[in-house]
């Protein structure tokens, strides 16, 4: 069993040698197949705690998750926030139809209502444009942008980038921001939550926390199964060819001494220490 282990150590150290590996790149010695990428956003589902929400469906996580993955490993987002906040527009406007999830934590930090466009429809979304003046949501990956203090107060810049389906979202003047006809009373009385011209509107009482939480350079994923959009959009349909580091290693069943693994990874290809790495075996 150690000439096991010490086989495979020598081979991801040979493996990761071959060139610098830096903190939030790939690990791309170990191809990534359609299965592992399965795998992987399943286990990653199975890891959030949705106890104290609703919680948001497995289709929508996964679509969400691959077009994050594609658009993280293009070097688009700030991998020091890793943010995702997907907001599905299958469900109805008076229910919690949005979730700000913490990838790292693994847990959802906001469950709460988000608007859609006056001309998308009332109680449900149903319409989706592209189009100035539509006052209709766009569906879509967006990446966060700067703050501004506009008219509905603290205000965040979205961009969107699959193109044809919402990337005139900055032109349109399409943000993030709190409102008060977001609310439960307004729910309770009309059947459906207040509208925006287009916006993802939040509660007031939360656009703050929100904003500050998912700023500058994380993924907002507008998810409706629309076909076009599922047939045609970049990001959601391109091959997934890498996977964050950190869980692309594999999962040692026995522990290493701590010396061992210092020594791994500093090893990086140098002789002398596999040479030290074998000796800790002995």
Avoid at 136 to 151: A, N, P, R
Avoid at 200 to 228: E, H, Q, R, W
Avoid at 244 to 249: G, K, L, S
Wanted: aromatic share 10%; proline share 4%; net charge neutral.
């Amino acid at each position: 069993m150690k000439k096991l282990i010490l086989c495979v150590c020598v081979y991801l150290v040979t493996a990761v040698a071959s060139k610098p590996v830096k903190a939030d790149e790939t690990l791309s010695a170990l191809t990534v197949t359609e299965s592992k990428v399965d795998d992987y956003i399943s286990k990653m589902y199975k890891q959030i705690d949705f106890s104290n929400c609703k919680q948001l469906s497995y289709e929508v996580f996964n679509k969400a998750m691959r077009g994050y993955l594609n658009i993280r490993s293009a070097g688009k987002l700030n991998v020091d926030n890793e943010m995702l906040t997907v907001c599905d527009f299958t469900l109805s406007s008076t229910e919690n139809r949005m979730w700000v999830i913490d990838l790292r934590a693994k847990k959802v930090v906001y469950n709460t209502y988000v608007a859609h466009g006056h001309g998308s429809g009332e109680e449900f979304a149903t319409a989706f444009s592209n189009d100035n003046n539509s006052h209709q949501s766009s569906l879509g990956f967006y990446i966060t942008s700067d703050t501004y203090i506009g008219e509905h107060g603290l205000s965040l810049h979205l961009q969107g980038i699959d193109n044809g389906f919402n990337d005139a979202a900055y032109d349109r003047g399409i943000v993030l921001h709190g409102a008060p006809y977001v609310c439960e009373k307004f729910a309770r009385s009309n059947n459906y939550i207040g509208r925006s011209w287009g916006c993802p509107a939040v509660p007031a009482k939360l656009s703050t926390p929100i904003i500050n939480k998912i700023k500058d350079g994380t993924c907002l994923f507008i998810y409706y199964p629309d076909k076009t959009y599922m047939k045609t959009a970049y990001w959601l349909n391109k091959k997934t060819n890498h996977l964050p580091d950190e869980n692309m290693m594999p999962d040692f069943t026995i522990p290493l001494p701590t010396d061992t693994i210092v020594q791994f990874v500093s090893a990086r290809g140098n002789v002398d220490s596999v040479r030290k790495l074998h000796a800790s075996f002995q």
